[in-house]
């Protein structure tokens, strides 16, 4: 079992930044993609970057040159940090893993984005 940990949720500002973290923890070996997706009330969970184990990104088209998405791969951990942060970009955000195509997720950290 893999689990995972968040960080850095919150209230921010239109315009201002924040960073999440994740952590994890457990059966790490052989974790391949690692990630974030973000859900709002009465929608799906949807992506907004993943990380391979040897760095390639990819970005939803609305967060892409707001969003940076890192890993270190000795501790175990995924970062997003996230600048000029919009209205919209307010969610749960979730932490992902993959693990021998399966998929863990975190508990989710709340960030609320003010206009």
């Known amino acids: 079992q893999v689990q995972l940990v968040e960080s850095g949720g919150g209230l921010v500002q239109a315009g201002g930044s924040l960073r999440l973290s994740c952590a994890a923890s457990?059966?790490?070996?052989?974790?391949?993609?690692m990630g974030w997706y973000r859900q709002t009330p009465g929608k799906q969970r949807e992506l907004v970057a993943t990380i391979s184990r040897g760095g390639s990104t990819n970005y939803a088209d609305s967060v892409k040159g707001r969003f940076t998405i890192s890993r270190d791969n000795a501790k175990n951990t995924v970062l997003l940090q996230m600048n000029s942060l919009k209205a919209e970009d307010t969610a749960v955000y979730y932490c992902m893993v993959v693990r021998y195509e399966i998929t863990y997720w975190g508990q989710g950290t709340q960030v609320t984005v003010s206009s």
């Open positions: 457990g059966v790490i070996l052989s974790i391949s993609v």
